[in-house]
């Protein structure tokens, strides 16, 4: 079955970065599309960053571009979230997603706190 599991989350200061990982099983991964999510308390899930299946197509959010990249390893079935220049308003739980054939699927999430 599909599974996406995320690594790298934690505690950094403002201007910290952070890398995360979602490695991924169950399906042809260098077939899909790949997103970040986030959600912060008391908000609404948002897409963060989208990833094309030939690690070229790459669109983010307006918050986060510039600051944030996304990438990926068709060979290790990983995708990648690099953050650089971290703030306070960065912190939520950030989540892989994958949708195929019409049927979403999400890793348990990695917690990300900026913070002094």
């Known amino acids: 079955q599909v599974q996406l599991v995320e690594s790298g989350g934690g505690l950094v200061q403002p201007g910290g970065s952070l890398r995360l990982s979602c490695a991924a099983s169950g399906f042809t991964f260098s077939s899909y599309v790949m997103s970040w999510y986030r959600q912060a308390p008391g908000k609404e899930r948002e897409l963060v960053a989208r990833i094309g299946s030939l690690n070229i197509n790459t669109n983010y959010a307006a918050s986060v571009k510039g600051r944030f990249t996304v990438s990926r390893d068709n060979a290790k079935n990983t995708v990648y979230l690099q953050m650089n220049s971290l703030k306070p308003e960065d912190t939520a739980v950030y989540y892989c997603?994958?949708?195929?054939?019409?049927?979403?699927?999400w890793g348990q999430g990695t917690q990300v706190t900026v913070s002094l």
């Open positions: 997603n994958v949708e195929i054939y019409y049927t979403t699927y």
